[in-house]
């Protein structure tokens, strides 16, 4: 059958025969034909553009060998399942009735193929939807409803694109299963979502994730990915959350296969109203080196689960950077924790931690072995905004120095502190700001911790819990105007703590010291409204204090304290160890 010029359309009903040939000519042409028995019908077509196949029989088989088209449009009833063989490359399938039950298409080797999932009427549902033969495929959600496909096997595909058009045609893909797959996109428009379950857990060749939600509604939920053989190659996952839509991604693991440590990205940005990860996004990296970076506009939200890393190799370090947070108002950032393993030299690294007016900051727990080291951390709270750390226990390593700077009305809590040596501490408030709290900071074997500077503007307040530096620590300079207070419960060391030098209208309390020297006591700075509190019952040798113009009370050392109060101001109390 032979076309002219325009555009032509070959209706065939069920009587198309393998000797039956195709030649569209000029124009636009289509051949629509009824699929009846499974018997395989051979399309010998050639200068034809599109074919409408009806399948009404489970079995019914197109081979597409001898043909041109590049354009099918797939209908069935009766819920019935059908297969396309020796597809050409850069085909589209049209899925536009939810009659037909499963699918399963060959192409030629190393093809491309694009489906487009859904109708203007209604949605349209499929058990299953099979692809060999072809590298790239391309999945698209049209039409006005939502549309699944219970199980999605994709046998020779590196690439997978997923993409939803728009209004409401939501895709739920329950299983996808594509272990050659080396990169996936997903991208999400108008208020249509993607859903997957259980996708890809096995995907030992995937390097790349990137999700892309852009749309009021158009949320992206997966699973975990990985979970029955991770990815020995995977490097970036880029997760871009947009116009309130959110993304939910499952745990992640990274596994290198090849000799020496791969760099690994994650990659999570927020606009306004949206979500970008969850406590669900836990995160395994074995010799990788992993960074985690966060970017959210304000009202946005970024986290993850758990970031745990580690080696195989045991005299390798693993590590584990999380990038710079932007001072934008009202965002949020958390890690639910931290965990770094192996005996090699381990490392942390955060970088500059600014949180925007009224926005948030919560990193959980944080665990690392081996030789370690963690970087500065280094806070800066905008008005409003909270900071909340968990634990941070570094067993064999040390700790950079800590600085926690805060505006009105902001506040940090720190957990407890444990690691070999700890850098300085510095605590900047300003007026009206609000706490500031560290649990109990200790080192080990011998270990020091830094000198600590605190300076509050107003009526803030810094709290600490026992300082346990069993190799010493270093001076404590404190400014704390009126109505603003400091409070140590405890300060103990086997070696020297260094000066305490106070100065302003504020409180200051310190509990029992204990050490075997403590550097001179200065509060001639002190204001008459000022009061200091120190017990130095634990402190063996000698000490030195210069009295100020508040009231203090001194409970002396167990050496020969020499004290100078200064007369006529304030109320002037010494107590005498015995």
């Known amino acids: 059958i032979k076309g002219g010029a325009g555009d032509d359309t070959f209706i065939m009903g069920t009587s198309l025969s393998n000797s039956d040939s195709f030649n569209g000519g000029s124009g636009t042409d289509t051949i629509t034909a009824t699929l009846a028995s499974s018997s395989t019908r051979k399309l010998n077509a050639s200068g034809m553009e599109s074919a409408v196949i009806d399948m009404t029989v489970d079995g019914a088989k197109v081979d597409a060998s001898a043909s041109d088209i590049t354009s099918y449009t797939i209908t069935a009833s009766n819920d019935v399942s059908g297969s396309i063989i020796n597809l050409i490359s850069d085909s589209t399938i049209n899925l536009s009735e939810d009659n037909l039950d499963g699918l399963t298409v060959e192409t030629v080797s190393a093809g491309t193929v694009s489906f487009n999932i859904g109708s203007a009427t209604g949605s349209v549902g499929m058990t299953a939807l099979t692809v060999s033969g072809a590298t790239t495929v391309n999945i698209n959600s049209i039409g006005s409803a939502a549309n699944s496909a219970d199980t999605v096997t994709l046998t020779q595909a590196t690439n997978l694109t997923v993409t939803t058009s728009g209004a409401e045609a939501d895709l739920t893909l329950s299983d996808l299963v594509a272990t050659s797959l080396e990169s996936l996109v997903v991208t999400t428009n108008g208020s249509a979502g993607v859903t997957m379950t259980t996708a890809l857990q096995a995907v030992?060749?995937?390097?790349?994730?990137?999700?892309?939600?852009?749309?009021?509604?158009?949320?992206?939920?997966?699973?975990?990915?990985?979970?029955?053989?991770?990815?020995?190659?995977?490097?970036?996952?880029?997760?871009?959350?947009?116009?309130?839509?959110?993304?939910?991604?499952?745990?992640?693991?990274?596994?290198?296969?090849?000799?020496?440590?791969?760099?690994?990205?994650?990659?999570l940005n927020a606009e306004s109203g949206s979500v970008a990860g969850t406590s669900a996004l836990d995160v395994t990296a074995v010799d990788t080196a992993l960074i985690v970076n966060f970017s959210a506009e304000e009202g946005g939200s970024v986290g993850i689960g758990s970031a745990n890393a580690g080696v195989s190799v045991s005299t390798a370090g693993a590590s584990i950077t999380f990038g710079d947070v932007a001072a934008v108002a009202n965002t949020t950032v958390h890690i639910e924790s931290i965990g770094i393993s192996g005996s090699g030299d381990n490392s942390l690294t955060f970088g500059a931690l600014n949180v925007g007016s009224t926005g948030g900051l919560t990193v959980g727990n944080t665990l690392i072995s081996g030789t370690a080291t963690v970087s500065e951390i280094a806070l800066d709270l905008a008005t409003g905004a909270t900071s909340t750390f968990g634990t941070i226990t570094v067993s064999g390593g040390t700790i950079a120095d800590i600085s926690v700077s805060a505006k009105e009305n902001a506040s940090a809590t720190m957990g407890n502190i444990a690691a070999s040596s700890i850098a300085d501490l510095s605590i900047n408030l300003a007026a009206s700001a609000g706490v500031v709290d560290f649990g109990t900071i200790s080192t080990i074997a011998g270990g020091t911790v830094g000198n600590i500077a605190i300076n509050i503007a107003g009526e803030g307040s810094a709290d600490f819990g026992v300082i346990d530096a069993s190799g010493g620590m270093g001076e404590v300079v404190i400014n704390v105007a009126a109505s603003g207070s400091v409070d140590f419960g405890a300060i103990s060391s086997t070696g020297v703590v260094g000066a305490i030098t106070v100065s302003g209208q504020g409180f200051v309390d310190i509990g029992l010291v204990s050490a075997s020297a403590i550097g001179t006591i200065d509060l001639t700075g002190q204001g008459s409204a000022g009061t200091f509190t120190i017990d130095l019952a634990g402190v063996a040798g000698n000490s030195e204090i210069l009295g100020g113009k508040g009231t203090t009370t001194i409970t002396s050392d167990q050496g020969s304290a020499s004290i100078t109060l200064v007369s006529a101001t304030g109320t002037d109390t010494v107590i005498y160890s015995t």
Request: negative net charge; proline residues 0%; hydrophobic residues 40%.
């Open 204 to 267: 030992s060749s995937l390097t790349s994730i990137v999700l892309t939600a852009q749309g009021s509604g158009a949320d992206i939920t997966m699973g975990s990915i990985g979970t029955a053989g991770e990815s020995t190659a995977l490097t970036s996952v880029t997760l871009d959350a947009n116009s309130a839509a959110d993304i939910t991604l499952g745990a992640v693991g990274f596994a290198n296969g090849a000799t020496g440590l791969q760099t690994s990205t994650i990659t």
